[in-house]
């Protein structure tokens, strides 16, 4: 008996370098205790995602249901001798296998025989058992966390090709505006791999240039799939003639659709028309741009015209708003990644961080980049926690 045992631990040890399936450790497992050492019954409850039954043998089928781990397990540390007030139907012996003292495994024994003369089997080899037992366990536990690892790995991949693909939304730098009577400037930072911010800049016409800035509610891989989704739209519906009402209102129809309610797109869009110096637009709940004129020094904030995409099922009546740009003048867009970062203060830097740097002649590109590097965006800012997106205009 002896040297089976050690043949037995022999051939298991072999089976886990050869890097069997847990289907068929469980099988030897089976067979060395019930077919070889007379074992009646093994029932075991092993943690991975959740408490569940990975083997049944003997046991009847409906023990598996009555039995909450959580509850009625977690205070057996040592081997326990079951009592009949346990209420563990056939049950003789139950052996809890930890690792660094969390708990991998409960494992129930019963005898078949229960009037058979001699001591139990379970009880005779109980040393052997729990060894036998815990390599068991310990193996099986090993290959769920590779499997686990493999699963985040290719989880990973699966993000970083998620985001190349987001980011290739994002209009590069040479993609937009540089010269004339208005010039484009673009920031975007995804706190994760995938975020749900958006900023787009079209060129509609000879003379019209659109542009807009958006924010999905929440985070991750749901927000950065409906921001795709509503790039896909915004890009099929924004033309140089649609009213910017009409747009929202079939934006919100389409987020609707999709999404059910579950998320809504904070969303400004605008549209300048260099031959009129004439920019309209239409902010959906986003946080307001700020507008400077340069020459007047007026400053404005460019509040929201009604509530947001999907967030109702028919958004109610609005308007589009203007302004006539007379002088040189700058509209810097941004989310809220960037106005709810804290000061030393503790307060949310709001729109005055913004006020501060473009309130000068400058070209806003410069302004932006001075901007980012005193908050130490995106590299130095312990504080920095959401997506952070800019698109910003000088317009003449």
């Not at 003789?92 to 003292?101: H, S």
């Not at 536990?141 to 790995?153: G, H, M, P, W």
């Not at 699966?158 to 010039?183: C, D, F, H, S, V």
Request: aromatic residues 10%; glycine residues 8%; proline residues 4%.
């Amino acid at each position: 008996m002896s040297k089976f045992k050690l043949d037995a631990l022999l051939d298991i040890t072999l089976s886990i370098n050869a890097n069997l399936p847990t289907e068929d450790l469980l099988a030897k497992y089976d067979s060395i205790l019930r077919n070889n050492l007379g074992i009646g019954k093994i029932l075991i409850f092993k943690h991975g995602y959740k408490w569940e039954c990975i083997l049944n043998a003997g046991f009847p089928k409906h023990l598996e249901k009555a039995i909450n781990v959580e509850s009625m397990l977690l205070g057996f540390r040592e081997i326990a001798i079951v009592k009949q007030e346990f209420g563990f139907e056939g049950v003789d012996i139950i052996i809890p296998v930890y690792n660094n003292l969390v708990p991998l495994a409960y494992i129930f024994m019963g005898d078949i025989d229960e009037e058979g003369e001699g001591m139990s089997p379970v009880l005779k080899h109980l040393n052997f058992i729990q060894t036998f037992s815990s390599i068991i366990i310990v193996a099986i536990e090993n290959i769920r966390l590779f499997n686990e690892s493999l699963r985040q790995e290719a989880l990973k991949k699966e993000l970083e090709l998620a985001a190349r693909m987001q980011t290739a939304l994002i209009p590069r730098e040479n993609q937009l505006p540089n010269k004339g009577k208005i010039i484009v400037n673009g920031f975007y930072y995804p706190h994760s791999e995938v975020g749900g911010d958006y900023y787009d800049c079209v060129k509609l016409s000879d003379s019209i240039t659109g542009f807009c800035i958006a924010d999905v509610s929440g985070k991750g891989i749901s927000a950065a799939i409906l921001m795709s989704n509503f790039q896909a739209s915004f890009r099929a519906l924004f033309t140089y003639d649609i009213p910017l009402v009409t747009l929202v209102k079939k934006l919100n129809s389409i987020i609707i659709a999709n999404a059910g309610g579950e998320k809504f797109i904070t969303f400004f869009v605008a549209r300048y028309d260099k031959k009129n110096s004439v920019l309209e637009f239409v902010n959906a709940a986003h946080n307001p741009p700020v507008f400077y004129d340069t020459v007047t020094g007026d400053i404005s904030l460019l509040s929201a015209s009604c509530v947001g995409i999907g967030m109702l099922d028919e958004i109610p009546d609005f308007e589009k708003k203007e302004i006539k740009i007379r002088h040189y003048s700058k509209i810097v867009c941004y989310t809220d990644g960037l106005s709810e970062l804290k000061g030393e203060d503790g307060k949310d830097l709001g729109t005055g961080v913004i006020i501060k740097h473009i309130t000068n002649t400058s070209h806003l590109k410069d302004n932006i980049s001075e901007m980012l590097r005193e908050l130490g965006i995106p590299d130095n800012n312990p504080g920095l926690f959401d997506d952070v997106s800019i698109i910003a205009a000088d317009l003449r």
